[in-house]
């Protein structure tokens, strides 16, 4: 009788999933207690905003360099003391007293630790341990985000709501450090270091190219320190493999869509849906809930993505994805009511399914047009302008909201952006021509 036998790629993977799903159930607990610190300490949905905005922001900011600290340091070490530092900022909110404590440790810290646990860790994971489905792998890794909001958005609200909002940070900080142990215990850096291949590199080696494509101008290695030849700090990797990235319109192309990407998502739904939903007399718990119905669907949408990705065009589904959600989001404001009504609802799955199907395909154009070795740190500055987009959404829905008393501007602006990156997504170069790709990707001569 043959012995079953599970590919260590897989546990892998499952471990990721895990740190990818958390990451994201305590960066999406922000717009659930957004009322409940307003109400208690009498902060402006501008203040509130902000440190969401800076959260955000940091969130973004951290994933190229997290990135670059992982091919330095190893995921394994990065992840865990990412996981320690969400501890302690989540943990020392319920502590605060003053504004500047809200933005140092919602902004600052839980940015940080929640950045470094961002998509480029599944970028990573999947580049290096995958070669067979790796597509459909960076699928399930994205839906971890729409799985983490639909597990902690629903109790994180009925906490706030019955018990209060310090519980609801605790539970965020104690489910970080439960995570700590499996990581350290389960989670590997390279399928070499535990004497492993990657999963389906066996047989992708049968059928390789022996014409293979030209090398990116993005570096096989670490930089070296001109003075002592030692390999370059992680942030110098980071900043360096973004002053290539620069020369290519592909990057500017994905580093402005997925800026868009992140404003109609994280930057408006995510931060601002539930207080958007209670102007219009909806409970709070109720469109909690509807967010995490949001998180299932995204399951469906984004695994359907990443299925998709590794047969169809990326740009293709990148048009669609945008196109179909600008349209979507113009016609908010009509739906939103003291109660979920069936378009209501409709409103809801179909988001879900589009949620963050943009990733796998993003992930696969950067693969494509900069090559395996540096995709993930160059994926860390498209997603970078993802959160920045994210960012700014928060700050500029919490200011409108202000400034009118409804969010409805911050929904049609969200819209037509969406719209407009539809018709950008067009204008990314065909990665196939190798000699295209060469002349795209070769160095700007120095002096």
């Known amino acids: 009788m043959k012995r079953f036998h599970v590919h260590r790629a897989w546990l892998i993977a499952l471990v ?19 009322e409940p610190l307003e109400n208690e300490f009498g902060w402006s949905r501008e203040l509130t905003s902000a440190a969401v905005t800076l959260n955000l922001v940091v969130f973004g900011l951290t994933a190229p360099f997290a990135a670059a600290l992982m091919e330095k340091f190893g995921i394994r070490r990065v992840v865990a003391s990412a996981l320690c530092l969400v501890a302690v900022g989540s943990g020392l909110t319920v502590l605060m007293t003053a504004s500047w404590q809200l933005v140092a440790l919602w902004g600052l810290a839980v ?22 489905h790796r597509g459909l792998v960076t699928g399930l890794f994205s839906a971890a985000s729409a799985t983490g909001q639909l597990i902690f958005l629903p109790w994180i609200a009925y906490l706030a709501v019955h018990v209060g909002w310090r519980w609801s940070a605790g539970v965020v900080a104690g489910a970080a450090l439960l995570l700590v142990p499996l990581v350290l215990l389960f989670l590997a850096d390279r399928p070499s270091d535990v004497g492993s291949t990657a999963y389906g590199e066996a047989a992708a080696a049968e059928q390789a190219d022996p014409d293979p494509d030209p090398p990116t101008n993005l570096p096989a290695g670490l930089p070296t320190d001109q003075s002592s030849g030692q390999p370059t700090s992680a942030a110098r990797l980071a900043v360096h493999t973004l002053r290539q990235s620069l020369r290519s ?14 404003w109609s998502t994280n930057g408006l739904i995510g931060t601002h849906f539930v207080p958007a939903a209670h102007d219009h007399g909806m409970p709070v718990t109720t469109a909690a809930n ?69 990733v796998p395909p993003t992930i ?46 911050a929904w049609w602006t969200a819209g037509a952006l969406c719209l407009a990156a539809a018709v950008a997504v ?16 070769m160095p700007t001569p120095v002096g």
């Open 16 to 34: 990721t999933f895990g740190a990818l799903l958390c990451a994201a159930g305590f960066r999406s607990s922000t717009g659930v207690l957004m």
């Open 111 to 132: 940015g940080l630790g929640t950045g470094a646990m961002a998509l480029v860790l599944g970028a990573i994971v999947a580049n290096r341990w995958f070669v067979r």
């Open 249 to 262: 319109p592909a990057f500017w192309i994905l580093a402005c869509t997925f800026f868009i990407c992140g």
């Open 290 to 358: 509807l967010l995490a119905v949001i998180g299932i669907f995204d399951i469906v949408g984004t695994v359907a993505s990443g299925w998709l990705t590794d047969r169809v065009d990326p740009r293709l589904l990148l048009v669609v994805y945008y196109g179909l959600r600008g349209l979507s989001l113009l016609v908010v404001p009509a739906l939103l009511g003291p109660s979920v009504h069936p378009n209501l609802f409709l409103f809801i799955v179909f988001y879900g399914l589009d949620w963050v199907a943009t």
């Open 364 to 409: 696969a154009l950067c693969r494509s047009h900069f090559g395996l070795e540096r995709s993930s740190i160059v994926f860390g500055w498209v997603y970078a302008s993802h959160m920045i987009g994210a960012g700014i959404a928060a700050t500029f829905a919490g200011t409108i909201r202000e400034r009118t008393g409804s969010y409805e501007v």
């Open 426 to 441: 067009l204008g990314i170069p065909t990665p196939g021509g190798r000699r295209a790709r060469a002349r795209e990707l």
